[in-house]
């Protein structure tokens, strides 16, 4: 045999064109096969960036489409209607009477008793079923929905500003979608640094679990594993929380743990490099 002919796993037997790396496309659908993960590893570095920020924008659009699509309904619900005169004045809410509002997935408290309420209380109330939660005390608004959860003080108005119930309905909540628009853009690209940093964190194990196997792989096949070892898991949250009556979180370590097990499984898969 010519020592000079090298068979490279990129070649299909004895043809020397090289195997293209997966596109965009193609690499949604192999990150979810692991016994396909040597493609993947061929990927360019551009490539692998674009993917992954594709997919935390997509992710991202539609995680705002649905909230703003909720928010929507909430605000066109007749419940508006039904809540006593107030305004806010002077950095706080004056209201005649409490407000409680409770039909299907959708909670709205609103009082004046007491000064406004937290994360906490209103992660409560999502576990109770709900996933539209608007809670607004004496000086300050909070709202969750779909799991994603906003405040506003009323002191940051501004002393000369009045908010009356008609300027909530007409002004307020077209108002709030802007500002949620802002907030998904930072958002987003928090998500898509969050995302690399994670999978940076598993390159680490990723490296243990490649000398545990005796397996011969470079760092950029281990990274790019890493990566995409992510997107399982990543689609997976992202669906669920999608679905307003489905109230399922998947826990942080869960996570991690089917992450690394599909990872490992990956590596495992992947030919030493010779």
Not at 76 to 97: H, Q, S, T
Not at 168 to 180: A, Q
Not at 185 to 205: D, E, K, S
């Amino acid at each position: 045999m010519d020592n000079n002919y090298y068979q490279h796993p990129g070649y299909y037997g004895n043809n020397p064109e090289p195997e293209k790396a997966p596109n965009i496309f193609q690499q949604f659908v192999l990150a979810f096969i692991p016994t396909q993960y040597s493609r993947l590893t061929k990927v360019r570095t551009g490539s692998m960036i674009g993917f992954v920020t594709l997919l935390a924008l997509l992710a991202t659009i539609l995680s705002f489409v649905s909230v703003a699509f909720s928010f929507s309904a909430i605000s066109g619900g007749g419940w508006a209607d039904a809540i006593p005169e107030f305004k806010v004045a002077d950095g706080r809410l004056y209201i005649d009477g409490d407000f409680e509002f409770d039909e299907g997935g959708t909670y709205v408290y609103i009082t004046d008793e007491i000064s406004g309420f937290t994360y906490d209380a209103a992660s409560q109330i999502e576990a109770r079923g709900y996933y539209n939660i608007i809670l607004i005390g004496r000086d300050r608004i909070s709202i969750m929905q779909n799991g994603e959860y906003q405040q506003g003080d009323f002191r940051n108005l501004g002393d000369d500003m009045e908010i009356s119930k008609d300027w909530i309905v007409n002004t307020f909540m077209p108002l709030m979608m802007v500002f949620m628009a802002v907030g998904y853009l930072f958002f987003f690209v928090g998500r898509v640094f969050w995302y690399f940093l994670c999978a940076a964190i598993y390159l680490v194990i990723a490296l243990i679990i490649s000398s545990i196997l005796k397996k011969q792989l470079p760092a950029g096949a281990l990274f790019r594993t890493a990566v995409y070892s992510k997107v399982l898991m990543f689609v997976a949250v992202s669906i669920l929380d999608l679905i307003p009556f489905v109230n399922v979180s998947v826990s942080l370590i869960l996570r991690i743990v089917i992450t690394i097990g599909f990872m490992a499984f990956a590596i495992a898969k992947l030919p030493d490099r010779d």
